[in-house]
């Protein structure tokens, strides 16, 4: 009998090739998903839908790609790509060609793709990405989707935090992404969420414990914000057309396509030598194979001559104008991130580094970064939710003589805690034996100040702060084992919010000698 896993499914919909990807709840490594006669290679599916609405035939990925091949005619009509960047973009006009528009072809493909991932895998989370430039709107699509998914739990992130997380950049930090793909050339300067004290990304959750929680007050859309971004309707499709037409004029057979392809994914290895000739077969008239040969230098060539470079250089520039009109120079980027197959060939990653030669240019897995990206926010171990409230100790101000609040955990941080907030305290008095720990919470509402002007209500132009109240809890007294004097450093404190919710607090003497750890009590 094959073994159940249970755990986490990602699910990265691109627009030339999806990824699916799996975790297991009791392992830290990622698996890519291989489904027969829809994968091209494991957890690689082509973004290809074949439909045939008469005969209610319908294929996705690999499978949508031989049913093209074989087919004499109406595979315009019947055959659909391309689709997933015109979902949710009010703005790009949509070719209707097909007998589907792009929404009804990410629905098809998506639920097709569900009913087919296989049995083995018990998915418990299902976690999706969602492009930047068109989030909103995607989201409510996805939304609607994943309403009839028989799923508990439903979590969205945005692609350029996903594709960050691979690559450990530190959050707050500025980032560009290079996505060349089968169709389109992508680029974008966007700043990750966090930082600075501010809470770190995380997945948005739309589905909990089978419930929708995409509209809940404490959810918000936590994507990266955008800096710049340009890009153009070039992509890998376009390079495969070059290769041919620069053997073959007046390409007749789709067939020669596909074999560019597989020279150019080749040639696009960093294992490759300059001066080996590799061997390629093409169709030309009456249908009669011919050999061709195809070197490093040639590829590049082609390349040169179709002016990709030079097309890379206008949008670029473009990229870092409209940057810098928002305060953003390239000395301020923290890494470059180039995904997408397009991306491995090794002019254009030299080129991009010989452009913005002062920024580590990174290059994770080109194709299934993302989706693993994604898996990393959204660990099978733990759920995250977001504080409603802040938390705080008292503590005693000696110059002032009186008593004030310092933040533990300030409203819109994630639970359960990574990191322990560490806190160093001094003594407040001579011979101090006992240290009183007193936790306060902020309303989870700030109260307005309300004035009248003839008799009309308005809000006051001053608003007081925030206030904090005492929990109603029992204070944590901690006897202190060396007698401490006034000013000086006596005890470390670490405070962490579990799963369970609970504030605990560990807590060391100024030597790092263990002293205890304590539950305070549930922030809720």
Known sequence: MEKILSGTLAIDLGNTNTVVAFQDQKDINSVLVEIPNITSSPGVIPTAIWFEESSKILKIGISALKMRKNSNSNSDLFFHSNFKRLIGNPIEKINQKNILNPTQCGEKFFKFLWANIPKKYEIKRLVLTAPIDTYKGYREWLINLCGELSVDEVALVDEPTAASLGINVPFGSKIMTIDIGGSTIDMNIVKIEGGEGKSGPIAELLKFKGNDVSSISKQKLRCAEIISKTGSKIGGKDIDQWIVDYFIQNNEYSENLVRAEEIKCKLSSSLIKDEIKYLTKLFIEGYQEKEFFLSKEIFEKILVENNLINHLNSLLRDLLNEARGKFCKVDDLSAIILVGGGTQIPLIKEWITNKIPEIQVKSPPPIESIALGALAMTPGVKIKDILNKGLSIRLFNKREQKHFWHPLFCKGQTWPTENPFKLILQASKNNQKIVEI??????????????????????????????????????????????????????????????KADLIVKCLDIKNVFIGEYNLGNIF
């Open 438 to 499: 007193i936790i306060g919470e902020t309303k989870q509402e700030r109260e307005y100040d309300v004035i009248f002007e003839n008799g009309l209500p308005k809000l006051s132009e001053v608003q007081s702060e925030e206030e904090i109240i005492k929990w109603d809890k029992k204070p944590l007294k901690i006897v202190l084992k060396n007698k401490c004097n006034i000013g000086e450093d006596s005890l470390i404190f670490f405070f962490n919010i579990d799963k």
